[in-house]
């Protein structure tokens, strides 16, 4: 413990001084004696201090330790606790949780110190409520925007939100859809090159054609338009045919510049090629109809020269009959095909058949009063309905069976059966329907429509009919329904369910490429690619081929596992038994997959604007580059490696396998030794080592880049 | 009427040749893809005196003029293969044949195709069905010796 010196020098202090003082005294009295006084007075005092000198000696240590006594009591008054109060009153300053400060020394100081300890504590409340309201707020923040992101993805349209660059910040899962429809890359791709979050719209829709209509809203913004869009259509390279609507995202103020636009695209392939057909079709009608007509016309008039022979005018006879009866093929064949387009105009809609099923129960149980067993149904069993006529259907046709039945038995099931699917509803047999149950409206199913069982079953381009059974001696009826299956829908909403919460990113609305280079750029504010391959050995120069690559995506620090890279590669050549073991792909799984040369494009397109993120990536990059002469595909994005960065933060660190640094992070690996799972892994740990470089001052790529040149690892591998 | 072996263009009988001021008959060559109206114009034109020469498509139609100069034709639009259209610019972009008359009978009734046929060169554009009375009218016009060129 390190003494108070300072304290010890004050309390000894005054007493010295009386001692001196009081010397002082002795030594100036005697200086003024005689020397017969002085004399005298030493060999009066010389024996009285030889016996009570001690009691002089106390007397002055009783007055010095009285000084000392008064000296403490002082300085602990007026010094010491003035400073406990400022190193308190500091401590408050920096750490509004710390401890009030100790009331301690005079009524004064006493006083400042619960000032300052009300202070601290009205600080700290204040504290507490404006984090809370922060977080309120950011809360109610968040929930709209899942609000917002929830609602778009449920949008029958697809929707895409760009900012002014073409960055896309928002998609819903129809956009995802029609980009995997649009896409010419192999399966595994699938539409993830074209669409995704940070990824450029251009990719899908032509950046002139798209500044061509923001220059159209922009001057209507600046007309003061209260409803500024643009509306355009455009060919995609796989020759589908898209209709785009575009309008602008803008502040609330009134004639606000756009801050981003918001497109809606349709896929009216299908719907322009209807349209061309059906106008072929009218062309061709009229026509041929005013060439069968002149044929007509003109063998009439022939039929008036009164002269013809017999031959002759069977001759023109025929060429009417002919050409009326050519006419009424052709008018039959055109009307058969303008009421089949009519019933698949009518607006179907995409349901499962467990709700329908469900529905339908429920209806029919009250309008009967009996109960409706469902049959459990294929879980994803989607069909294209219009549920309201077909409910009301099937109400209908329960009342017919109810009638007449002791005990109906009904039960309604659905299945699939040869690319559409069959809808029953069964009862108990015996009895028969009343005539009529097919085209009789059907008044009697609440709600008078006018409709009849077979109009409902022609909407839907099916039919519907009676079926007679006997399922172990009892007699069992079925109406039963062919209804068309739904195709496109249950694939979106399969895909739509994984990955809403990656289907949005507004924070990409302030990200901005701007003049900036990628190099100065912060590592947080740049989209990656982190990809693996599987190969079939570890010589690319050897003749060893890529067999799998999978890539997944890191946008604006967030790791997008919805939007993957996923594909198995025919190398063209065996895959050696050594490696199956690793990465268990066997050649049966890469027979019929696509060779590297069609692979490799699509994932150039995947990677397109990212940094490429691997691990030990330099192997993966020589059988990439090695590529680059045959498939006329260059990757020249920058290149980061996990293994270098790694590296920089554990430089003591042994082992540098993905494995080992993935623990050392923290993070549990599943699915390695896939290229998906290797590159996901990858990803996570690229993502806890961006924190990390920071704190060495790491920020930017260029920063990483030079870094990782400079790395143990760089320095020995290169 | 006997056809060539294509099919594409037939010789009248010689005694439609001469008619009774001794003249040669005058050449008209139906050019139509339609048998049923072919019947009726070929039996017109016979009747009206000329000597009559039928095509099936724009191809042997167009070999037909060349061969046969026939004086005026009555040009179907909508041929398989080389159209009317086609034909008549064929016709009017050659010397040899440019004086040809040519009626183009068709069954597109729309303004646009109206244009492109008088465009191509056709002297006349006659939309299906048509009155045979007014169609030989107009060829009588146009065969008149004293037609314009």
Redesign the interface.
Known sequence: MRLPWPLIAAMVAPGLALALWLALGAVGFYATLDAPAAAALAAALGPLLETHGMLVLFWWLVAASVGAWAVQVLHERYMAAPARLAEGARVLVSDASAPPVAAGGDAAARTIADALNALSQERRTLKQEMARLVEDASHAVAHQRDQLGALVAELQQSVVVCNLEGRILLYNARARALCRRISRAPGGAGGAELIGLGRSIHGVVDKALIDHARESVDRRIVRGEPAPSARFVTHTPSGHLLRVSLAPVREAAEGAPATGYVLLLDDITEEYEAEAHADRQWLTL??????????????L??LD?PDLETE?RE??QA?VR??VAAMGERITALAAEASSASKARWPLQDMLGADLIAAASHHIAEATGLAVTADTVEGELWLSVDSFSLIAALTFLARCAVEGREAPDLELRVSRADGRAHLDLCFAGGAAIAAGWQSSPMDGAGGGSPLSVRDVAERHGGEVWLEHARTGGTPRAVFRFLLPLASAAADTAAHAGESRPEFYDFDLFAASEGHHERDDRPLGELAFTVFDTETTGLDPAGGDEIIQIGATRIVNGKLLKAECFDQLVNPGRSIPEAGIAIHGIRPAMVRGQPAIGEVLPAFHAFVSDTVLVGHNVAFDLRFLKLKEAATGVVFDQPVLDTLLLASIVHPNAEAQSLEAIAARLGITVSGRHTALGDALACAEVFMKLLPLLQQQGIRTLGEARAASEDSYYARLRY | MTETQNGTFNDTALANKIIGNGKPAEKVLIADDEPNIVVSLEFMMKREGFQVLVARDGLGALEAIRREHPRLVLLDATMPGMTGFDVCEAVRSDEDTRDTRIVMLTAKGRETDKARGVGAGADAYVTKPFSTRELVQKVRDMMAPDAAE
């Open positions: 009229t026509e041929t109809s005013r060439a069968g007509l002149a044929s007509i016309q003109a063998a008039d022939m020269y002759e001759r023109f060429v002919e050409e």
